[in-house]
């Protein structure tokens, strides 16, 4: 299944291999109009051609991460969805409260975190030990702030904080307290 | 010439300072602050790389978050700001041939901006008031982390700089607007809606024998349309500061509104999209507009495709009024609707408006070959790249499925906020302050061609460089805004950090070369009353 490691991977190579294509570009570009030319305007065809091809890649861009990005249906319609399991956090004083000392997930199930924050506005993610980021969301208070996930391998993870909410905000870190394992 | 002399003198004692115009001096302060305020960024930002790379003993934690805060301010609102609004008070009249409206306003503007920057500056400074630029409720309730004192200087010091945007506003659109002494009645109402772009809307459905001539150039259409940016922007940001004032005195007086009154989600719309009015309106649109200035005046030929251009500003404005819901793709609670419409579909009409430009400007360029490669043109080239980079950036992390993985990591402040703001912006700025330096100082010399050239690449690789590595660092999942005391990033930030230091060397070289190029004299003699009675934006005999 795709996991957010992958996509991660493969935006690095998409965007690096654009990034390196449009260097070269500029670069030759660069050279080229040092060069003599013949004073000619570029088609009005190869404009409208390349918006076409912009609209179209802008559009095309959020469909196909639609329908490849596992979580990002899931993430829209998890209302529809019933949770596996059902973590409720509680965030205040810049700590997180859990509902048990480990949260304990099996490989396929799908766990439904609901994070409620009593005072400032916090972030929520899960973390591998990579420090690599598994996922996560915004805690605003008043509001009620729910991911759902699907673990689909075993893995060990850590809770930290993903927003600035002061000095305090930056050791809001839970070391290794959400466990995936086999049934 | 000596050194010594060069120095104090300026490059052949070309510069002379009791030569310029009150206009010429306007904007040659404003240069001055905005260069200032771009090297105290600069030095922030170095003090925050080396952070990074191991947490500096003499700096607590909650100094290096007021650095943080401050950062931001000072390289948008004391720098950008400065070099964009003292260039378009210059350029607009020089457009239109006329005075500007007022040279007064354009000084108080000047002055609000520095010593607003100045202000807010200080209050992180010394009282270490850091909510971020985000300013989200309820943080800067949090008596417990902030003084109330200090958010109330921070908050006197923004409201300056809005008061001194709001004068720019004015100016603008009274130069555009008014009949100078001595000139024949001008259709004011008729001047505005052509550079609002109303009289082209109306066009479109109008026959082509009834359609009305565009009575500002494109150029003067791009200020004015971003300037309704900054006005709607000052309004959000002056209504915001003063929310957090009152916080600040209900604090003081005893009463504690920290979790009432303003719902938290509610405020970050607001906030964020007044905030967009910058980063995805006025800045786009201004860009936009400061390219094909620079590539008429590099070609001295017509732009491409014209009316297109100027459709595609009017588009960027609407578009910048909807796009701010991508900043919410992380919020739960945040309506599904608005993150597709808002968040990412109306988001993906940049790639197209900004790729116009890109687009348009690199064809007007093609046509007029061959070029000499100019310092203008090779900056301009290096703007156009920045954009380039950065906005595709913006729009894969405007996706609902891939902002999962990239809020708040080091990939949306680098590839996509520094790469846009230090290669796209400021080196397109440099092209402007290239190709107006000559105009706006009477002919001075620059001083090395050898340490522009050292500029030019030195930005360029510093610039891209450090967004490369801050993104490698983000996929990989560091997070912005926050310090990571075991140095679990290392590689990147030591490699975003040379290339940080490749960024204060550029900017070294170039401030150098500009002081030797004016002289000792000629920068004093800037800030000094001009001796020229006149509303001329250049002395009539130069």
């Given amino acids: ?183 | 010439m000596s050194f010594a002399d060069t120095f104090m003198n300026g490059e052949k004692g070309l510069f002379k300072s009791s030569s310029l115009t009150p206009m010429q001096k306007l904007v040659l302060r404003f240069v001055v602050i905005g260069l200032i305020y771009y090297g105290l960024a600069v030095i922030e930002g170095m003090i925050m790389r080396i952070y990074q790379i191991e947490p500096i003993a003499a700096i607590p934690d909650f100094q290096y978050f007021a650095i943080l805060t401050a950062h931001p301010l000072v390289g948008i609102f004391g720098s950008t700001y400065s070099l964009v609004f003292g260039a378009f008070l210059f350029v607009v009249p020089y457009l239109m041939k006329k005075p500007l409206w007022s040279i007064k306003l354009g000084n108080w503007t000047f002055l609000l901006i520095a010593i607003g920057t100045l202000v807010f500056w200080l209050a992180g400074f010394i009282t270490h008031y850091a909510p971020l630029y985000t300013l989200y409720w309820p943080l800067p309730a949090d008596f417990t982390q902030f003084d109330p004192l200090g958010g109330t200087f921070f908050v006197v010091g923004i409201a300056l700089v809005m008061l001194g945007s709001v004068f720019f506003v004015i100016n603008i659109f009274k130069t555009i607007a008014y009949t100078p002494e001595g000139w024949e009645k001008q259709p004011s109402g008729a001047l505005l809606a052509s550079a609002i772009g109303y009289s082209g809307l109306r066009n479109l459905f109008r026959r082509s024998k009834k359609q009305k001539e565009h009575l500002v150039s494109l150029p003067v259409a791009a200020v004015a349309r971003g300037s309704v940016d900054v006005a709607l922007n000052a309004g959000i940001i002056l209504f915001t500061g003063v929310l957090i004032l009152v916080y600040m005195v209900g604090h003081l007086m005893g009463f504690n509104l920290k979790e009432t009154t303003v719902d938290a989600l509610l405020y970050k719309n607001w906030f964020w999209w007044g905030l967009d009015l910058i980063a995805d309106g006025l800045v786009l649109i201004f860009v936009a507009g400061t390219w094909y200035l620079l590539a008429m005046m590099i070609t001295g030929k017509k732009l491409y495709m014209q009316n297109i251009a100027r459709a595609a500003l009017l588009v960027e404005l609407i578009v910048s009024w909807t796009v701010w819901s991508h900043h919410l793709l992380s919020d739960q609670a945040q309506p599904g609707i608005l993150k597709i419409i808002s968040g990412e579909m109306v988001t993906a009409f940049e790639l197209i408006t900004q790729g116009l430009a890109f687009f348009i400007t690199l064809a007007t360029l093609w046509s007029a070959r061959p070029l000499k490669m100019t310092n203008e043109l090779k900056f301009l080239l290096g703007g156009l790249l920045g954009f380039a980079l950065a906005v595709p950036a913006g729009i894969m992390q405007a996706d609902i499925g891939l902002n999962r993985i990239l809020h708040n990591t080091q990939w949306i402040v680098g590839p996509h906020v520094h790469v846009a703001i230090l290669v796209g912006l400021t080196m397109t700025l440099y092209s402007v302050v290239y190709i107006l330096f000559p105009i706006v100082t009477n002919g001075a010399k620059l001083y090395s061609q050898k340490l522009a050239n050292f500029h030019f690449w030195a930005h360029l690789i510093g610039g891209i460089g450090m967004g490369a590595f801050m993104g490698m660092a983000g996929l990989e999942g560091m997070l912005r805004r926050t310090i990571y005391l075991n140095g679990e990033f290392n590689l990147y930030m030591i490699l975003a950090g040379i290339c940080g230091g490749l960024l204060l060397l550029a900017f070294l070289a170039f401030f150098y070369n500009i002081v030797m190029s004016v002289g000792l004299k000629g920068v004093i003699g800037i800030f000094t009353p001009s001796k020229l009675n006149t509303k001329d934006l250049v002395p009539q005999t130069a």
């Fill in chain 1, 1 to 183: 299944m795709v996991d957010s490691q992958m996509v991660l991977n493969g935006q690095t190579f998409a965007y690096t291999c654009y990034a390196i294509v449009i260097i070269l570009l500029m670069a030759w570009f660069g050279y080229q109009i040092t060069r003599k030319g013949k004073g000619k305007t570029v088609s009005h065809k190869f404009f409208y051609t390349f918006v076409v091809f912009l609209t179209v890649l802008g559009v095309s861009l959020h469909i196909v991460t639609y329908n490849t990005i596992p979580w990002a249906p899931m993430d829209l319609n998890r209302a529809d969805i019933t949770a596996d399991k059902v973590f409720d956090i509680t965030v205040q004083n810049h700590e997180f409260q859990l509902p048990s000392e480990k949260l304990l997930i099996n490989v396929g199930d799908k766990a439904l975190f609901d994070v409620t924050s009593n005072d400032l506005t916090y972030g929520f993610g899960l973390f591998r030990s990579d420090n690599s980021m598994l996922f996560q969301m915004q805690v605003v208070p008043g509001h009620r702030n729910d991911i759902l996930w699907l673990f689909d391998k075993p893995g060990v993870y850590t809770i930290r904080s993903t927003e600035y909410s002061g000095p305090k905000g930056a050791q809001m870190i839970l070391k290794d307290v959400v466990v995936v394992s086999e049934r």
